[in-house]
C-alpha cells in the first residue's frame, strides 16, 4: 500500500464496503487506480515496504513526501472555504512530516526551511487557475489524494513498526496523524466530499482531474529518488 491511497480494510467485505462507499469516492478509486499501482511498484515505495527498511530509506521516503507537501497542501487548504475544510474534518499533516524528518535527520531547528520544487510550485499552481468553483473543486480532488494517505499511512507505519529494530527511534507523527487527529475518518470524509459534489453539479470532472494532478505528483517524486544510491545503511 501506498502513501497516496487505500483499498478496503483487510478482513472486511469487499461488496459491502463498495457498496457502502459514495459514488463520487468509488470513481475516484478507479480513476487513480493505476497511478496507484504504479507508485506502489516504484524502487522507493518498495524499499519502504520491504521486511528490511533503513533509516535513510525512510528519511528519503519523507524527503520526497515533503517537497510535494511544501507545495501542495497549503494551496489546496487555500483555496477550499475553512466551512467545507470543517465539514470534510481534515487538517494540515506538514508540521507532522517536518516533525519526522527533523527527528531522523537530526536537522538545526535554525537551519533554513525547505522549499518546494520551482516545477512542483507550477503544477499546483496550473491545477487551481480556473474559475472559483472549479479551482475549490480541484481542490478537493487533491485532498482526497492527501486524506488517503492518512489512512494508508497507518499500515506503513504498523510495517515499519514491526521490521525496525528495537530500541530505535521511530518517528511516526505523519504516518501516524489520524491516531492523534482522529477528525470525521475516511468515510466522513467521503459523505463530506460526496455531498459537496452533490450540491455543486458539474463539479466532478474537475475533482477527478485534482486528484489525478496531485497522485502524479506525488508518482513523480517517488520517482526521482533511486533507493539503491544511499537507503540501503
Known amino acids: 500500500m501506498s502513501q497516496t491511497h487505500q483499498p478496503p480494510a483487510a478482513g472486511t467485505d469487499t461488496a459491502a464496503t ?15 487506480a493505476p497511478t496507484h499501482r504504479a507508485t506502489e511498484a516504484l524502487p522507493l515505495m518498495r524499499h519502504v515496504l520491504t521486511d528490511h527498511p533503513t533509516a ?8 520526497a513526501l515533503q517537497g510535494v507537501y511544501l507545495a501542495v497542501e497549503p494551496a489546496l ?3 477550499t472555504p ?3 475544510i470543517t465539514t470534510l474534518g481534515i487538517e494540515p499533516k506538514l508540521p507532522a512530516l517536518q516533525q519526522d524528518l527533523q527527528a531522523l535527520l537530526g536537522a538545526a531547528p535554525a537551519a533554513p526551511p525547505p522549499r518546494p520544487a520551482p516545477d512542483t510550485r507550477a503544477a499546483v499552481h496550473r491545477l ?10 480541484a481542490a478537493l480532488g487533491g485532498l482526497y489524494v492527501l486524506e488517503g494517505a492518512t489512512l494508508g499511512g497507518q499500515v506503513i ?6 521490521q525496525w529494530p528495537p530500541g530505535v527511534n521511530l518517528p511516526t507523527a505523519f504516518l501516524e496523524f489520524r491516531l492523534e487527529h482522529p477528525g ?22 474537475a475533482i477527478l482531474d485534482g486528484a489525478m494532478g496531485v497522485f502524479r505528483l506525488m508518482h513523480k517524486a517517488f520517482a526521482d529518488v533511486d533507493p539503491s544510491t544511499n537507503c540501503n545503511r
Open 184 to 205: 470525521l475518518g475516511w468515510r466522513g470524509f467521503g459523505a463530506a466530499l460526496d455531498r459537496w459534489a452533490g450540491r455543486h453539479p458539474g463539479s466532478d470532472r
Open 18 to 32: 463498495l457498496s457502502s462507499t459514495p459514488p463520487l469516492m468509488r470513481r475516484l478509486r478507479e480513476h487513480t
Open 77 to 79: 487548504y487555500a483555496a
Open 82 to 84: 475553512a466551512s467545507v
Open 56 to 63: 535513510a530509506g525512510y528519511a528519503e521516503y519523507l524527503a
Open 157 to 162: 507505519a504498523r510495517h515499519l513498526r514491526a
Open 128 to 137: 487551481l487557475n480556473g474559475p472559483a468553483e472549479s479551482r475549490v473543486a
